[in-house]
């Protein structure tokens, strides 16, 4: 499906979407994340594994300090922000792509934005229980990323993150990377402007080739 561009004014740069999908490099600082947990919640781990996602292709760092995954514990804004601003203050002005924090707090999405966040990704929608996983069955799951085009209708860009998600689960974490690679690629050539991925140089190679795919449909005559 051709994507429709769109052309997103941040803080301090505009970022154009839908000529490539941009991916966006997942960095948690928590201790209980499904993926990751407790690996980078020291700050200067945190900042090297930041510059490394940028390295890899990631053109949005998003940050999370609280597991939002089946069945984790909710926890305060104060033990969010303690284990976010170290990290965002060793981060600023360090970056060329621009950081994202994964709240739904507004205490913790405005101070992230004073310490020099560009984008706020509410995993709640607003109201919770958006996009793939939270408690949907994984027919479901392969239900939204089938139908994602009907998103379009909205006219608004589209993000998915479908990274190692658990309707992806494979017997080996080599199985999980290689079904996950394959929602990235469905998400894109259904029209996805960003995928949010925890393997981003992996997924990188799958989105360059995705892209490739898309832009050779596009090209091709439609039916009379």
Do not use: C
Not at 79 to 99: A, G, M, S, W
Not at 164 to 187: D, E, I, N, Y
């Amino acid at each position: 499906m051709p994507r429709k561009p769109y052309y997103w004014k941040l803080n301090r740069r505009e970022l154009a979407l839908g000529q490539r999908t941009l991916i966006a490099g997942v960095l948690n600082l928590t201790p209980d994340s499904f993926h990751d947990g407790g690996r980078y919640q020291d700050p200067d781990r945190a900042y090297a594994r930041a510059l490394e996602l940028e390295e890899q292709g990631a053109g949005i760092i998003d940050i999370g300090a609280e597991s939002t995954r089946p069945g984790s514990a909710r926890i305060t804004a104060a033990i969010e922000l303690q284990r976010l601003t170290p990290v965002l203050k060793r981060l600023r002005d360090k970056l060329r792509v621009p950081i994202s924090v994964d709240t739904y707090k507004a205490e913790v999405a405005e101070r992230a934005l004073e310490l020099g966040a560009e984008i706020i990704n509410d995993p709640s929608g607003l109201t919770f229980d958006p996009g793939l996983g939270f408690g949907k069955r994984k027919e479901q799951n392969s239900e939204i990323l089938a139908r994602l085009t009907e998103l379009s209708q909205l006219d608004f860009p589209i993000m998915v993150g479908p990274s190692h998600k658990s309707f992806l689960a494979q017997l080996t974490p080599t199985g999980t990377q290689f079904a996950t690679a394959s929602a990235v690629a469905a998400a894109i050539l259904a029209g996805a402007h960003i995928v949010r991925v925890h393997d981003v140089a992996e997924m990188h190679a799958v989105a360059v080739i995705a892209d490739e795919i898309a832009k050779s449909a596009a090209l091709l005559p439609t039916a009379s």
